[in-house]
């Protein structure tokens, strides 16, 4: 797999700003990935969340479906999912803190984008500590349920702004 990822953008968030827009997507590449470092919110529990872009414009209609797997440090998981949303929910619906190590780490595969023809789908997988200080994993994956072209992604929390965190864009090589 060496060399098939070649990066397009990155963006390392050292103060609080709003949110994080990925642009870049093309028909360059069929599939992309988005990796998510050390990615913490201002505000203590708090979910955090991605929308898909249009000229660079973050898509808020109702039309983002989601389902994921959140597995939990005491052995205990669960099934979150949402209909007709306005977002998609990057750490799986569980509220994220603010406290020192309380960040979260994760991988989004992104296909169709660049096809007007078809759904954005996602798919994701991560971890993080929580607001009470919980280790969680989860996966799943999301569909964006209009038939349009995106060319990026944006990053936010659901309340308060973001921290701090490293933000990459990748293409992967037909």
Same mark, same amino acid.
């Not at 098939?4 to 599939?31: C, M, N, P, R, Y």
């Not at 203590?44 to 000229?55: A, I, P, Q, Y």
């Not at 808020?60 to 440090?73: E, G, L, W």
């Not at 994220?96 to 780490?105: A, D, I, P, R, Y």
């Given at each position: 797999?060496?060399?098939?990822?070649?990066?397009?953008?990155? @963006?390392?968030?050292?103060?609080? @700003?709003?949110?994080?827009?990925?642009?870049? !997507?093309?028909? #360059?590449?069929?599939? &992309?990935? =988005?990796?998510?470092?050390? =990615?913490?919110?201002?505000s203590d529990s708090v979910s955090f969340k991605e929308r898909f872009t249009v000229s660079g414009t973050a898509q808020s209609t109702s039309n983002y479906d989601y389902a994921a +797997?959140? !597995?939990?440090?005491? $052995?205990?998981?669960?099934?979150?999912?949402?209909?007709? $949303? #306005?977002?998609?929910?990057?750490?799986?619906?569980?509220?994220?803190?603010? *406290?020192?190590?309380?960040?979260?780490?994760? =991988?989004?595969?992104?296909?169709?984008?660049?096809?007007?023809?078809? &759904?954005?789908?996602?798919?994701?997988?991560? =971890?993080?500590?929580?607001?009470?200080?919980?280790?969680? *994993?989860?996966? *799943?994956?999301?569909? /964006? @349920?209009?038939?349009?072209?995106?060319?990026?992604?944006? /990053?936010?929390?659901?309340?308060?702004? !973001?921290?701090?965190?490293?933000?990459?864009?990748?293409?992967? +090589? +037909?």
């Amino acid at each position: 797999m060496a060399g098939s990822l070649i990066k397009i953008q990155e @963006t390392t968030v050292s103060s609080s @700003t709003a949110s994080v827009t990925l642009t870049g !997507i093309d028909s #360059t590449f069929d599939v &992309y990935k =988005v990796v998510l470092s050390d =990615v913490q919110g201002t505000s203590d529990s708090v979910s955090f969340k991605e929308r898909f872009t249009v000229s660079g414009t973050a898509q808020s209609t109702s039309n983002y479906d989601y389902a994921a +797997k959140t !597995i939990r440090d005491t $052995g205990s998981f669960s099934n979150n999912s949402a209909t007709n $949303g #306005t977002e998609l929910f990057v750490n799986t619906q569980t509220a994220m803190g603010t *406290g020192t190590g309380e960040t979260l780490q994760g =991988v989004r595969y992104l296909f169709n984008f660049n096809n007007a023809s078809e &759904y954005s789908f996602c798919t994701m997988e991560m =971890v993080f500590l929580d607001f009470d200080v919980s280790a969680r *994993g989860g996966q *799943g994956g999301g569909v /964006y @349920t209009v038939a349009e072209a995106h060319d990026g992604v944006n /990053y936010f929390f659901a309340s308060g702004n !973001i921290a701090s965190g490293t933000f990459t864009l990748y293409g992967l +090589k +037909k």
